[in-house]
């Protein structure tokens, strides 16, 4: 069964520093998000991607972050200066279109010392 | 902007006791879903609702959108101590450049054996 896949599982990261998350959707898939889960709290909508844009974002998604679609297949999340409130476990979700369910990947879990 | 409360926020039960859980808006949606997390995962969809009033079963699993369109809630039948997660649910509004979800603030489910 098709999924979405994320790496790394865990990154441990020096405050400051730049961290990249990568996802690979679901090959048919045109509709790209990133949500955003800090440890015991909900799960948190930061920034959908369509059509090679950003379409809606978040408060959250301030100008430390950023997305992009490289190539047919990734989909990443870059944090520029990691600040420690960024620990959270990210998700990457896709959707074939509009009215499509999510599929989730199983997170990334990024540790910012 | 919108928030789903969902309660209870903790439910510790008996194996083969049934579970009730519900959310509620402030606001209107035009579809209820019901996510399971296990630790260290994504959230995996059990249940998608579309219409008002639509009571759907997934197994164990019933919910039901509310005919308000600002409620939904999630019963589980019968629990198992696989039945252990959290439990969120989310609600899509109308429109939106992407539809995105927003979810609630999760039930967490422990089932003694």
């Known amino acids: 069964e098709p999924e979405v896949t994320q790496t790394p599982s865990h990154q441990v990261t020096q405050m400051g520093q730049e961290v990249i998350l990568r996802c690979v959707p679901i090959?048919?898939?045109?509709?790209f998000y990133w949500y955003r889960q800090i440890l015991g709290q909900k799960v948190e909508f930061l920034v959908s991607?369509?059509?090679?844009?950003?379409?809606?974002k978040s408060e959250i998604f301030d100008d430390q972050f950023s997305v992009e679609r490289p190539d047919g297949s990734n989909f990443t999340l870059k944090i520029r200066s990691t600040k420690l409130e960024d620990s959270a476990m990210y998700f990457c979700?896709?959707?074939?279109?509009?009215?499509?369910?999510?599929?989730f990947g199983e997170g990334s879990r990024l540790t910012v010392l | 902007g919108q928030q789903l409360n969902q309660s209870p926020q903790s439910m510790f039960i008996q194996e083969g006791e049934d579970v009730s859980m519900n959310c509620t808006s402030s606001?209107?949606?035009?579809?209820w879903l019901w996510y399971k997390q296990e630790p260290g995962e994504g959230p995996v969809l059990l249940i998608a609702?579309?219409?008002?009033?639509e009571l759907t079963s997934n197994g164990r699993l019933t919910a039901q959108f509310g005919i308000t369109r600002k409620d939904s809630f999630l019963n589980i039948s019968a629990s198992i101590p696989s039945d252990v997660g959290i439990y969120f649910c989310?609600?899509?509004?109308?429109?939106?450049?992407?539809?995105?979800?927003?979810f609630g603030t999760g039930t967490l489910l422990a089932v003694q054996p």
């Open positions: 609702l579309y219409k008002a009033g």
């Open positions: 606001s209107i949606f035009n579809t």
């Open positions: 989310a609600g899509r509004g109308y429109g939106g450049a992407t539809n995105k979800l927003i």
């Open positions: 979700a896709s959707k074939t279109d509009y009215t499509g369910e999510l599929f």
């Open positions: 991607f369509y059509n090679n844009e950003i379409s809606e």
């Open positions: 090959s048919n898939h045109l509709y």
